[in-house]
C-alpha cells in the first residue's frame, strides 16, 4: 500500500492500520500510533495486512499511498 507505511491488523478492530516504518518498533513502552489516531499493542498485533483497511488511516495516508484505488 504505502512505502513509507506498513500495514498491521489489530485484534481490537480486526482493521490494517498504517504504521510509519520509522516507528514500527514504537517508544518503548509496547505500542505503536497508527496514523488514524489509535494506539496498537505490539504484542497483540498482526503484522500483515487482511485486507479489512482503516478508513481513517486510508485518508491520512492519502497520496503517499502506492494503490491508487485507495485516493
Known amino acids: ?3 513509507k507505511h506498513v500495514w498491521w ?3 481490537r ?3 490494517c492500520h498504517a504504521i510509519l516504518k520509522t516507528q514500527v518498533d ?3 513502552d ?3 500510533d497508527a496514523e488514524c489516531g489509535g494506539v496498537l499493542i505490539l504484542d497483540e498485533v498482526t503484522k500483515s495486512p487482511n485486507n479489512n ?3 481513517s488511516c ?3 495516508v492519502g497520496e503517499t499511498a502506492d494503490d491508487h ?3
Do not use: E, F
Open 9 to 11: 491488523t489489530s485484534p
Open 69 to 71: 484505488r485507495w485516493r
Open 58 to 60: 486510508l485518508r491520512a
Open 13 to 15: 478492530d480486526n482493521q
Open 30 to 32: 509496547g505500542t505503536v
Open 1 to 3: 500500500m504505502s512505502g
Open 26 to 28: 514504537g517508544p518503548g
Open 53 to 55: 483497511w482503516c478508513t
